[in-house]
């Protein structure tokens, strides 16, 4: 239990951020929405988040080599909070997308500052368990911040003043930290030829995860409007699905670490596509099952990326599973710049729950492969796989902190 204190700064700034801005990708797309924007314009602005931090998981390491980690924390967290602010002054698809790929380039180089941290501070000893327990932090952020989306519906711009808030305050415990800082990390990936060579399999769950979870976070909101959720039942359908992400990954990481990885990720992704299509059935005829089903839902989706991961890992030698991972990293992302756009074509042509129907679609899609992948190659035997560990889908900075040397720390 005492793994955790010596980053407890650390684990505080990522919940206070994660707080401050998980709802905000849900607030646009419904503001757009009621300005009249169609499904497209909104799929962009996932698009256009999605690029800014791609961008910035590589730009990050810049910026922290000249200045260090406390003083660009203190930028990308500052910019982030005006940003918020900013979309109170102007209401244009094109002034959003701007905004939006600077939240997603500050967002990468916050989570850059937090994981390279993480990753000099954390004792090899404990590396799983502080990377779970800032997993944990992570998404229960997001969870809880969904209810600020209901100070809308008293003042508009409130929801908009309680996120730069929240982001402002999350410098504080950074700021006011006796860690010393880090020397400046190696943000270093594999090549996706390499790594496609290396693992097909994990290279096309990383791409089909990206995308499946790139359009349910940009356009989840979108859907909830369409089928005439208010606010407050938008928050709720939001942050279930975060927290059922957090609940499954537990037993199904345990699950592919003592069979058949490959089994488990082909259960999983038949699971993700059938629980996608109950919820295109609740949507229409039974409203009553849609919670249960969300969480459900984003138990299976959000195990999908650390399954890949693992399976990847599974085929790799020990010096080349730092770069593999991050390199999942920049194809998760990848995927994640073409979900919003798919999905908002999805909704234009089918409907709110287009969305769902193309995280059908994929993942199916996925599961046909991996088949495919069981009848060409052999398994790795149970007790040759490597560890499942829940991971974020980040940046490449939080692969370091799965394969540091056993001195380190």
Do not use: K
Request: proline share 6%; net charge positive; hydrophobic share 55%.
């Amino acid at each position: 239990m005492t793994g955790w204190r010596p980053v407890r700064s650390l684990l505080t700034a990522i919940f206070l951020a994660m707080a401050g801005s998980g709802f905000l990708a849900t607030l646009i797309a419904l503001r757009l929405q009621e300005a009249g924007a169609s499904p497209v314009t909104i799929g962009w602005m996932g698009t256009a988040y999605f690029i800014g931090l791609g961008l910035g998981s590589l730009l990050a390491f810049t910026l922290i080599g000249r200045v260090g980690h406390i003083r660009a924390f203190a930028t990308f967290v500052s910019l982030f909070s005006a940003s918020m602010l900013t979309y109170a002054l102007y209401q244009h698809p094109i002034f959003w997308a701007g905004l939006r790929l600077l939240d997603g380039l500050c967002m990468a180089g916050t989570f850059v500052c937090l994981e390279s941290w993480l990753n000099d501070r954390t004792p090899a000893t404990g590396r799983g368990g502080v990377l779970a327990t800032y997993m944990i932090a992570l998404y229960v952020g997001q969870a809880v911040g969904q209810p600020i989306l209901m100070l809308a519906t008293s003042q508009p711009l409130l929801p908009l003043v309680a996120g730069s808030l929240l982001m402002s305050l999350a410098v504080l415990p950074i700021a006011l930290t006796r860690m010393s800082a880090p020397p400046v990390p190696e943000g270093g990936a594999m090549g996706l030829g390499a790594l496609y060579a290396a693992s097909p399999l994990g290279v096309a769950g990383a791409l089909a995860t990206g995308v499946m979870l790139g359009a349910f976070y940009a356009l989840g909101g979108l859907f909830t409007a369409g089928i005439g959720m208010d606010l407050s039942q938008t928050s709720r359908f939001m942050g279930i699905a975060i927290l059922g992400g957090v609940v499954l990954q537990w037993p199904l990481g345990l699950l592919s670490d003592r069979f058949d990885r490959r089994r488990v990720i082909i259960g999983t992704l038949g699971a993700a596509m059938a629980l996608a299509l109950l919820i295109i059935l609740a949507a229409l005829a039974l409203p009553a099952l849609l919670l249960p089903v969300i969480g459900l839902f984003g138990g299976v989706a959000f195990a999908l990326y650390p399954l890949f991961v693992a399976h990847a890992n599974d085929r790799l030698s020990d010096g080349a599973r730092v770069g593999a991972t991050g390199g999942l990293v920049l194809v998760y992302a990848g995927g994640a710049i073409l979900g919003p756009l798919s999905g908002a074509v999805t909704m234009a042509a089918l409907g709110p729950t287009g969305l769902f129907a193309l995280i059908a679609l994929v993942a199916a899609a996925t599961l046909a492969f991996a088949l495919l992948r069981t009848r060409r190659t052999a398994p790795v035997p149970a007790e040759q796989q490597m560890p499942y560990q829940i991971l974020p889908r980040t940046t490449p900075a939080a692969a370091m902190v799965l394969d540091r040397p056993p001195d380190a720390g």
